[in-house]
């Protein structure tokens, strides 16, 4: 896709801090985190936790009080605060669209600002609008007063990535949006992800939306404190302490079955299936967990690529793997593996 631009910056967090003016404390304190290239990493923690704290300081709407960011090894600090922010894609909850202005005028912002000739504006506009699941011909002469609260916050994505940047910060940015609308939109941003693939800081107080958005996740607690910095997988199944087991939630051993994949499980051999319709070697042990009970068998057969059976899941190999800590856990983990054991059951 023409433009369609795979920059994308390391991002590094160096013992940065953040202690606003008059607070007793840091909001953020001491953050040291890589972010690789490309990825999307969620800042999940309660609320007051330092994480809008720790994304503004990133495109300097909050100036560090110590420590150092570094984007591609040049410190926030050096750049001039404007030229940043366009290099920044920002997303925010209530999305700030221009209402006397168009959603093509409103996604032409940045890149007019920057003195794109007017052709390139244009096509620009079009193809993020077609990207963002919102056709040019039928949306982009409308006003944001004419569109669904989804629609507007996918605008906003439009209006980000304008100018390629090689970072975006996104803030709660589908907090606003009825569950449905917002299951469709993270979809939606993951697959666009997969094409744009700009390093991304996303801000959650929710769980699953971390899980499902994150290829790494940082959580935060009270006092601006990174407490684990980790995958979806290892935060499941191997929090570090006690925090981030409650703020996992109680039902980790079912989310960690949104992780694996039947083709990860040591199956039964073939020949023990009833001979129903195979679910996918792709498939999650959720998906299977919840096939079994919707056809109340105990196993089902298991297909690779080609259809071929390959083998039987069970209800027992999944009840196991939901208890089951990783390979590489730890005691903690391991002795906390009972409980979610009985909650597949
Ligand atoms: N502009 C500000 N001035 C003073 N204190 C602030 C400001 N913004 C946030 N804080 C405080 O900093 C802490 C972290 O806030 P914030 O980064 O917004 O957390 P979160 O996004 O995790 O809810 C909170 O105690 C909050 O009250
Ligand atoms: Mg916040």
């Given at each position: 896709?023409?433009?369609?631009?795979?920059?994308?910056?390391?991002?590094?967090?160096?013992?940065?801090?953040?202690?606003?003016?008059?607070?007793?404390?840091?909001?953020?304190?001491?953050?040291?985190?890589?972010?690789?290239?490309?990825?999307?990493?969620v800042?999940l923690?309660?609320?007051?936790?330092?994480?809008?704290?720790?994304?503004?300081?990133?495109?300097?709407?909050?100036?560090?009080?110590?420590?150092?960011?570094?984007?591609?090894?040049?410190?926030?600090?050096?750049?001039?605060?404007?030229?940043?922010?366009?290099?920044?894609?920002?997303?925010?909850?209530?999305?700030?669209?221009?209402?006397?202005?168009?959603?093509?005028?409103?996604?032409?912002?940045?890149?007019?600002?920057?003195?794109?000739?007017?052709?390139?504006?244009?096509?620009?506009?079009?193809?993020?609008?077609?990207?963002?699941?919102?056709?040019?011909?039928?949306?982009?002469?409308?006003?944001?007063?004419?569109?669904?609260?989804?629609?507007?916050?996918?605008?906003?994505?439009?209006?980000?990535?304008?100018?390629?940047?090689?970072?975006?910060?996104?803030?709660?940015?589908?907090?606003?949006?009825?569950?449905?609308?917002?299951?469709?939109?993270?979809?939606?941003?993951?697959?666009?992800?997969?094409?744009?693939?700009?390093?991304?800081?996303?801000?959650s107080?929710d769980m699953d939306e971390a899980v499902k958005m994150g290829?790494?996740i940082?959580?935060?607690?009270?006092?601006?404190?990174?407490?684990?910095?980790?995958?979806p997988?290892?935060?499941?199944?191997?929090?570090?302490?006690?925090?981030?087991?409650?703020?996992?939630?109680?039902?980790?051993?079912?989310?960690?079955?949104?992780?694996?994949?039947?083709?990860?499980?040591?199956?039964?051999?073939?020949?023990?299936?009833?001979?129903?319709?195979?679910?996918?070697?792709?498939?999650?042990?959720?998906?299977?967990?919840?096939?079994?009970?919707?056809?109340?068998?105990?196993?089902?057969?298991?297909?690779?690529?080609?259809?071929?059976?390959?083998?039987?899941?069970?209800?027992?190999?999944?009840?196991?793997?939901?208890?089951?800590?990783?390979?590489?856990?730890?005691?903690?983990?391991?002795?906390?593996?009972?409980?979610?054991?009985?909650?597949?059951?």
């Amino acid at each position: 896709m023409a433009n369609q631009g795979h920059s994308a910056a390391e991002i590094v967090f160096d013992r940065a801090t953040k202690v606003y003016r008059g607070a007793p404390g840091p909001a953020v304190d001491g953050l040291s985190m890589t972010v690789p290239a490309g990825e999307i990493c969620v800042l999940l923690g309660p609320s007051g936790s330092g994480k809008t704290t720790a994304l503004t300081m990133v495109n300097r709407l909050v100036e560090l009080t110590s420590g150092d960011i570094r984007i591609d090894g040049v410190s926030v600090g050096e750049q001039d605060a404007t030229g940043l922010r366009r290099r920044i894609g920002y997303v925010i909850q209530q999305i700030g669209l221009f209402p006397h202005m168009t959603i093509e005028e409103n996604v032409a912002t940045v890149p007019q600002v920057l003195g794109w000739k007017r052709d390139r504006v244009r096509d620009r506009v079009r193809e993020l609008l077609d990207l963002v699941g919102l056709p040019p011909r039928e949306y982009g002469g409308r006003y944001p007063a004419q569109l669904s609260g989804g629609q507007r916050q996918r605008v906003g994505i439009a209006r980000a990535l304008a100018a390629d940047p090689p970072v975006m910060l996104m803030d709660e940015p589908f907090g606003a949006l009825d569950p449905i609308t917002r299951e469709r939109i993270q979809d939606e941003f993951l697959r666009l992800h997969e094409q744009v693939r700009k390093t991304t800081l996303f801000v959650s107080h929710d769980m699953d939306e971390a899980v499902k958005m994150g290829d790494r996740i940082a959580i935060f607690r009270e006092g601006g404190h990174l407490v684990q910095y980790d995958t979806p997988e290892r935060i499941l199944t191997a929090p570090v302490d006690d925090f981030v087991a409650r703020f996992v939630g109680a039902d980790r051993g079912l989310k960690a079955l949104t992780l694996r994949r039947l083709a990860d499980l040591a199956l039964e051999p073939a020949g023990a299936a009833p001979d129903t319709a195979p679910l996918a070697a792709t498939e999650t042990l959720h998906t299977a967990l919840s096939a079994l009970m919707a056809s109340s068998a105990d196993r089902l057969p298991v297909a690779d690529g080609d259809g071929r059976v390959v083998g039987t899941v069970t209800l027992d190999l999944i009840r196991a793997e939901a208890g089951r800590p990783s390979p590489d856990e730890d005691h903690r983990a391991e002795a906390d593996a009972g409980p979610a054991d009985g909650e597949v059951a």
